[in-house]
């Protein structure tokens, strides 16, 4: 088990190590660099001034002398400044993490919270209304696009409810009352999406567990259908259904980028898609390079949770 | 056999006979839509709102709390490298300027252009304008936060800071033309311009043009972290995508005011959030574009305050490369600025509550909004007419070309796709668009690196004459997007410089325009009107002909108040 985390861990290094790569020729290959951003709308720059400045920033520097500094830097857990702020990235970082986390972490709850008891509901009412009703929603929540999910649920709660989360973001420590309206309707929209693919996923894999033999065995046993159901159905049929949670980790840290938006959350999402429209490159890369990490470490986290759910299978 | 012939008839219509014959139905419909959006050009909506909402007659009262939901955010606090609206939507309120316009409770009216003293109290300048000498208010004091501490502002103050301003930056191209500054007392500044300008003080009152403290500067190098002024309010927090509080400054120089305690601005990207803010009482002052949004809100805020904003001038057109061929031909800008029809594109993107497109602000030259008949010849649409002046330009085939742009808003692209048709079908001018990022966008547009067309800007901060004659049309000025190179604008706007009474100034800016029109040096594009919409407590909150409350105008909401 040990040797198998290390290895993974060492086989991390050349995907990491390619990220970067892509991440950092993207940015170069697009055109315009944070300087033109920042002056935006001015006109009033000189091409003279602005190469001094584009020097005055190391954005004159031949390109394999930026990724180095840039490696070093992220190495060394120093991913230097935002060329457009000038802001520590460090602190941009601090500040936007704990949202998208908050966010996410919420969303995820919420979306298994609905997605399992309404995949087994329609696996052990297969066929029935509300089946139909369970299908229904998934297909909703998979069609819905968040933009759109996000955009309906505030116009319609300032409509109906005269309500809207509060703007402003504060923090779960500042105003846990003010920060859980702000996070309930965001978490609620990416739930709902994330919560309809795991929903039919946990339909037809506990469909597919409750025709196996050990299932008929348990019920020839006499066993209360609530323990065939959730104790030795839900288990097994638990193994593609966190794979589906694991890959939709990307979905939702994408979906994020539109969430945030709508609700006015300071979070990654929108740090990183400001930083690609004013390119900066530090930001995007720090950022992108993050999500590479977690994403990594979320899959081997997935690949480890199959060794606890199914005693079957072991890792060498 | 009566059957037969139909039949035969069916038989015919093949995949060819099929395609003309939806072509012909296609161009039917094309019709009869164009006709019903001719039939509405005579009952165009008017707008129930007043473009004037003249103050208060109550006595004001202080106290409270202004909140604005904003689509905007300052990218950093340094006024030297940035003139975004972001940062300007409050810097005027932390800071001032040498001279400012009159404010809504002091004007006549929205075209009200009377200059007057913000931290000068008086300025005049030498008979031959080279030097202007300006008296500061005494007693105006910085606000009190380390490291200005309540400090007195003197002369010397308002120097350094131009200077920073000529150093570097964006704003270096008003303050180069300063040859030197002095300081004879505490409270005199006297400066020295390289050339005439009569307009220089209209220069100073800018919104960007704000006077930052030399201490910050010298002890942290730059304006990023701190923003300290003189203004009626302080900086209380920024936090970056979240907000920014402004507290009111109890020792600012305008005795009683400001009125509003606190200010704060919520960053707010999306606008159908910023719309439900408005709705839910979180936000007292919303912009909308439309009338038909106006409409959607007011029936769930019916108190809510409405003023029409009746737009000036256009800030985006078609720009040609006009130093190069075709588009160095007059008569090919000509044939093309006759063959869009602009005033399609005021009905049918901005419901008819647009303004066909004219670069410099009407109100400089002419009391009312020009029509579009009044723009001259090459600005009607005349599609036959266009077509035989690029016959004669030796074109008469057409040609092909290319257009990029930046959605600034999202009609943006139909504007574009209705300029191409135009060019396509009348002039048989294939225009290959290409749709940017803004990054990528500016970049190009400013840096000149381009053949054919742009979708072209000009920024939207300033609005004096200076800035919308010489700045943006000589041809030696760096702020010269459009490319324009002609030698009888040069003279015409160097003698706008020249000339200080107004009347005068009126009759060359009125020539500037007419040239412009007639060699079609710049093509503008329809632009719409938009509607600020207020809490029904919010009073003096009026936007003029040349600002927004809500942006660039932002320094009249020292003067405003909340009736609660």
Redesign the interface.
Known sequence: MHKYVIRRLLLAIPVLLLSSLIVFGLMRVMPGDALTALMAESGNVGERELRKLREDLGLGRPYHEQYLIWLWQLVSLNPGYSIFTNEPIAAALGKSIPVTIELATLAMLLGLVIAIPVGVLSATRADKPADYVGRVVAVSGLSLPDFWLGTLVITFAALWLHWIPPLGYASLWESPWRNLQQFLLPAAVLGFRLSAATMRMTRSTVLEVLREDYVRTAWAKGLEGRIVVYKHALKNALIPVVTIVGGQLGTLLAGTVVVETIFALPGMGRLTVEAILFRDYPVVQTNVMLVATTLVTLNLLVDLTYAWLDPRIHYQ | MPTDRPVALRQRVNRREFLRRAGWGGAGMGVLIVGAGRARLSAQPVSPYPDWIPPSSKPPKPGGVLTR?SSWDP??LDPR????IGLFQFAALTSNRLVRYAFADEASGTNDLTLKGDLAESWQSSPDHRVWTFKLRQGVKWHNVPPLNGRELVAADVKHCFEAYAK???????FREIEGMETPDKHTLRVHLQSPNVLFPQNLAEPITVIFAREVLEEDG?L?KRLIGTGPYLLKEH?????VVLARNPDYFDKGRPYVDEY?I?????A??R???F??G??DILWLASLGEVETVRK?NPAAVVQEYKNVLAPFGLALAQDKPPFNDVRVRRAISMAVDRQKQVDTLFEGHGIPGWGVPYIYYQDKMPTLAQLGPWWQHRPSEAKKLLAEAGHANGFETTLFYYEYFPQMTSQVQLVQQDLKRNLNINVKITK?????Y???Y??SKWDGMAWG?Q???AVGLDERTYQYMHSKS??N?FRVNDPLIDELTTKLRQTPDRGEQRTIARKIVDREYDQVLRMWMPYDNGFLVFQPHVRNMAALALRRTDGYGASAIARLWLDK
Not at chain 2, 168 to 174: L, W
Not at chain 2, 436 to 440: M, N
Request: no cysteine; charged share 20%; aromatic share 10%.
């Open positions: 939901a990218p950093v490298l940035t003139q975004s570097e930056g964006v704003q270096s191209f008003t730059d990023k936090t970056r995508k979240v907000r704060t919520l960053s707010t990207p999306d159908a959030t719309l439900a803010a709705r839910t979180q936000s769930t940017l990022d803004y990054t990528t500016y970049g190009r400013v840096e800007f920024s939207g901060h760096t702020k997007f």
